[in-house]
């Protein structure tokens, strides 16, 4: 009876921090291998630390109330742990293009904004730098990337949804580089005040979004190049 009050007691009190929701009754109460039994819990709970042997060696080694606090302290530094750190991304278009060609250089104001980008993050601490597969978007973040010592990570514009979710994964600040019709979209992806920001026209390169990631959520700012 001890044990079966021991795991009906471990599993209420685990729930919540761990994602358990099933909850172990009758005969599966006594089994602490059954798949919704405490044990199950603490497995996917201490599964960041890559400890499965920890929680064998406490299955045979550690009395009740002492396995209790012990799972208790295991799941609050799992869910800690899980938190992301605050960090800013910084979305903006590439910068002024030449005006012939598939796949266009930077014009020579791109180049002058490309700089003056890189001298803006140059106190930013950026850790990630994305770029489109395209010669005007890379050639505006290397100053930045060079500066910064990062190396640029390609993207697809058309998968947005994976490079938002890598974008959340990640720590430490971000400079993610795109086009009038895909940086405003991005940035709206982290809009939770209901800012909803427009494609940009074909003259606008002097934007920067601005998005923090913190314990608060997310929010958005727009800038221009002249507000730093």
């Known amino acids: 009876m001890e044990w079966e009050g021991y795991y009906k007691l471990k599993n209420i009190a685990l729930a919540s921090h761990c994602g358990e929701r099933s909850l172990p009754t009758g005969s599966q109460a006594g089994n602490p291998f059954h798949p919704t039994s405490v044990f199950g819990t603490i497995s996917r709970c201490t599964q960041s630390f890559g400890s499965p042997l920890l929680v064998n060696w406490c299955l045979n080694n550690v009395k009740p109330m002492k396995l209790l606090i012990l799972i208790f ?131 606008e390169y002097n934007y920067i979004y601005e998005v923090t990631l913190d314990e608060k959520g997310a929010s958005v700012s727009r800038k221009t190049f002249k507000d730093y």
């Open 73 to 203: 302290t295991v799941c609050l530094l799992a869910a800690c742990s899980s938190k992301p750190s605050p960090k800013k991304i910084f979305i903006v278009r590439h910068a002024e293009k030449q005006l012939t060609g598939e796949d266009p250089e930077l014009a020579y104001a791109g180049t002058v904004r490309a700089t003056k980008l890189a001298q803006i993050l140059s106190d930013q601490d950026v850790k990630h730098i994305f770029s489109t597969d395209y010669i005007r978007t890379k050639k505006t973040a290397e100053p930045t990337a060079t500066n910064a010592g990062v190396a640029i990570q390609l993207y697809q514009p058309a998968s947005q949804d994976e490079l938002v979710e890598m974008l959340k994964s990640l720590e430490g600040n971000i400079l993610v580089v795109g086009h009038s019709n895909t940086v405003s979209r991005l940035a709206n992806e982290f809009s939770t005040n209901g800012e909803d920001y427009k494609d940009l026209e074909d003259i």
